[in-house]
């Protein structure tokens, strides 16, 4: 049987093989699918997630940079014109009070005096005392003897921590300002010995916050990878005039930041803290000069104007307009307005 070709049907003039009237099937068809997704929002409900609200820590923070000690240390300096000999020990090496961390040449003639003045008052002493224990001399003259020995032990002394020059306290060995056969005088610092239990932070505070830093806040360093909390000790009642700021020293009693001292680090003082409910700021919706978030209440999205206490990064503190309990709308507040039906995809 002989086939035909469909005949083309004209419809005021266009055939249906017109791309014009292509067009016009397609945009009636999407207008229909756009019909159908407002009627499945409006039949089921927009989407959006939630989450329950509840009190929560809420605190704020002011961060500054902040230079890092020791809070006990101490260095020990040259006392005499000499050229360093021997240095025992190396930066990071823990050490007792009275060890000897830098020595100068024994041959120094002070040293030698004091030296040879010592042991004839020793050898003196030990005399006048046996000849003393047999009734021999007075004690008017051994006492002398006694004095005279005294003396040069003392004297000793001060040419021997001249010359031996020990650590002051213990603690580890954070500085070393001097190398073998270098020449010194007199002030040359030789080396820094530290206490690292504990480290002190100083920071500078301008004149328009420093009424909100208070000694006993919590201060925290983020740098240790593990947030590090401390203390603030001490507060400045006078700005330095040099800075124009504010001097502030918070502590840190750790071991784990004992090795940055002498570093620097940014260090957030927490000025506020409560129990709140607290909102982000993608959470909320700005319109004229207010701002409002949505909670879902039995399947329907419910405005609520809001009062807004202080903001911490991108999150408030919210005095009025949320209360416990309530399902906040997290994700497509946007596209909501009071009353519209509402279907919870998701809690957060």
């Excluded at 909100?212 to 006078?238: C, E, F, N, S």
Aim: net charge negative; with cysteine; proline share 4%.
């Amino acid at each position: 049987m002989r086939r035909f070709p469909p005949p083309i049907i004209f419809l005021a003039g266009l055939s249906l093989a017109s791309p014009f009237l292509f067009s016009a099937c397609v945009a009636a068809k999407t207008e229909t699918a756009q019909k159908s997704m407002e009627q499945i929002h409006a039949e089921e409900g927009m989407p959006v997630k939630v989450r329950r609200l509840a009190l929560e820590p809420f605190s704020v923070y002011l961060q500054y940079p902040a230079t890092l000690n020791a809070r006990s240390e101490a260095t020990a300096s040259a006392s005499l014109p000499e050229v360093v000999r021997e240095i025992h020990g190396a930066v990071g090496d823990l050490v007792r009070r009275h060890e000897v961390i830098v020595q100068f040449s024994q041959d120094n003639a002070n040293y030698q005096q004091a030296t040879v003045a010592l042991e004839s008052a020793k050898a003196a002493y030990e005399r006048f005392k046996t000849m003393f224990d047999n009734s021999a001399v007075s004690p008017q003259d051994f006492d002398a003897v006694k004095v005279q020995y005294a003396q040069a032990q003392a004297g000793f002394k001060t040419i021997d921590d001249m010359i031996n020059v020990k650590a002051p306290i213990d603690g580890y060995l954070t500085q070393l300002d001097v190398q073998v056969s270098d020449n010194v005088n007199p002030g040359t610092p030789l080396f820094t010995v530290s206490k690292l239990d504990a480290i002190e932070a100083k920071l500078w505070v301008g004149a328009n916050e420093i009424r909100q830093i208070k000694t006993g806040q919590t201060a925290v360093v983020h740098d240790m990878g593990t947030p590090l909390r401390g203390t603030v000790t001490q507060v400045a009642l006078v700005m330095d005039a040099r800075q124009m700021a504010f001097p502030v020293t918070a502590t840190f009693a750790d071991p784990r930041f004992a090795l940055a001292g002498g570093g620097s680090a940014d260090i957030s003082v927490e000025v506020y803290r409560s129990e709140a409910i607290v909102a982000h700021l993608n959470e909320l919706v700005q319109e004229g000069g207010k701002y409002y978030a949505f909670v879902v209440e039995n399947g329907v999205a419910r405005r609520r104007e809001l009062s807004l206490g202080r903001r911490s990064d991108l999150s408030y503190e919210i005095l009025g307009g949320l209360r416990s309990g309530d399902e906040l709308v997290t994700q497509g507040a946007q596209g909501l307005s009071d009353g519209m039906k509402v279907q919870i995809a998701g809690r957060e």
